[in-house]
């Protein structure tokens, strides 16, 4: 196929970042790079997603990474796996040779791996820079599940399923592959039901997920589900009053500049630097300007408040906060921002597993084998899953529907895709926020 053609029909049938943002596939697709990135990195603690995903359709997976090199022109097709997970890599190094052009990277295990702009530091040196996409250093990074559904697209399959890793206090760690628009607590019953009283759950992982009711459902950027106990520090932490935050790092903060250090975009060079901003905050805004810019390209990935900060502060909720005042007023940062000498890169790198003790999340880190066997009887499918413009439902209330049939289009000259059935039933509401069906 041609890449005009992978676009559109990606597009069409509605294949977008399996997690993250779910930036639309169709729009990272290009004929200026030279380099594809299959990220296997699997950034934080409990996940287990891509790694399974990648075992279990190790050759459909490397057959439509393979198409995408061809279609783009792009040289090579590097398939970035952390090096422990043992039967994906043996699964992988069975059949690779027989795919010309793509090639495996064994990565250590740190976090934040799985940011693409460190992932594409790690694989192939280029540098992307500050506020800049992987296209400016002539990469596409696309993640296992992604590509996956790419091979099902080209199959005449669109995005209708989810595989999502359930762990934490439940009673059988597990993942599921499940109909978008599946409700959370269903999840959570088929793996045997929460195992702790007043629960809090994660939507993703640990440090950069969010906490979710068990009535939210599945979309298409859903990995994981973590279920911890209401006092467990990593459900505290994302809790915390933004006002108390700024209190306590008025009163506390001894500038020691640990968040810093070992920030993952400070180590890559960008101009980030926690400790200026809460230096910043604590003076009441007065003092060096240049720390709001730095702000701005922090990735978030939450190692200053749950890892390096001696006193448990939180410098990523206060850059959140401040990048977020700056673009509300208009603020946008310098277009070219030079990089940034750092001593010793290699040296400032996390350990996931002692990240993982250190978020005292070891006892959960266990088998959580994949599971097909699940079904449900209704679904809420979202009209915005993915970066870009929400869909368009295309059906009414009382249609009937099978799996895989269009209910929602994409907004033309928009970056929006498709959204199709997940399960056969009847269309029992329609919104402008979502399309419920019923078996």
Do not use: W
Not at 40 to 45: D, I, K, W
Not at 88 to 107: D, F, N, R
Request: charged share 20%; proline share 6%.
């Amino acid at each position: 196929m041609q890449l005009n053609e992978i676009k559109t029909l990606l597009r069409d049938m509605g294949v977008v970042g399996a997690g993250g943002a779910g930036f639309p596939s169709y729009a990272k697709l290009s004929d200026h790079v030279d380099t594809i990135l299959l990220n296997c990195a699997e950034c934080e603690p409990l996940l287990k997603v891509h790694r399974q995903v990648l075992e279990e359709y190790t050759e459909e997976i490397l057959s439509a990474l393979s198409q995408l090199l061809k279609a783009s022109g792009a040289k090579e097709g590097i398939v970035a796996i952390k090096a422990h997970y043992t039967s994906t890599v043996e699964a992988l190094e069975s059949v690779i040779g027989e795919y010309p052009g793509l090639s495996i990277h064994k990565l250590a295990s740190v976090y934040p791996a799985g940011d693409e702009i460190i992932l594409i530091k790690e694989v192939t040196g280029r540098t992307v820079p500050p506020g800049k996409l992987p296209l400016s250093v002539g990469v596409t990074v696309c993640n296992v599940e992604s590509v996956y559904n790419v091979y099902q697209a080209m199959k005449g399959h669109p995005v209708t399923q989810k595989y999502v890793t359930v762990a934490g206090e439940v009673a059988h760690p597990m993942t599921l592959c499940v109909p978008l628009g599946t409700t959370i607590g269903e999840l959570l019953q088929a793996a045997g039901g929460v195992t702790v009283e007043n629960p809090r759950y994660i939507n993703g992982g640990p440090m950069m997920g969010r906490l979710i009711s068990p009535r939210d459902v599945v979309t298409k950027t859903t990995n994981a589900v973590i279920v911890l106990p209401e006092n467990h520090t990593v459900v505290m932490n994302k809790n915390l009053n933004p006002s108390i935050n700024l209190r306590r790092a008025m009163s506390t903060c001894c500038q020691c500049r640990s968040c810093t250090e070992l920030c993952s975009r400070h180590v890559l060079g960008y101009p980030v630097e926690p400790h200026a901003v809460m230096r910043l905050l604590s003076n009441g805004g007065k003092g060096d300007p240049t720390a709001v810019e730095g702000s701005m390209f922090c990735s978030g990935c939450g190692l200053c408040e749950t890892y390096s900060c001696p006193q448990g502060l939180s410098p990523k909720a206060m850059i959140t906060a401040l990048k977020n005042a700056a673009r509300q007023s208009g603020y946008k940062p310098p277009e070219e921002v030079p990089l940034v000498q750092i001593k010793d890169p290699d040296l400032k790198k996390v350990s996931v597993e002692r990240l993982t003790m250190r978020l005292g999340l070891k006892k959960y880190d266990v088998p959580a084998p994949l599971n097909h066997a699940f079904e449900t009887k209704s679904v809420k499918l979202l009209l915005s899953q993915h970066l870009g413009a929400p869909a368009v439902p295309v059906v009414a209330e009382g249609d009937t529907v099978a799996c895989g049939d269009l209910i929602a289009a994409y907004k033309e000259d928009a970056l929006s895709v498709n959204i199709h059935a997940s399960i056969s039933g009847t269309v029992v509401a329609v919104t402008d926020k979502y399309v419920k069906i019923k078996k």
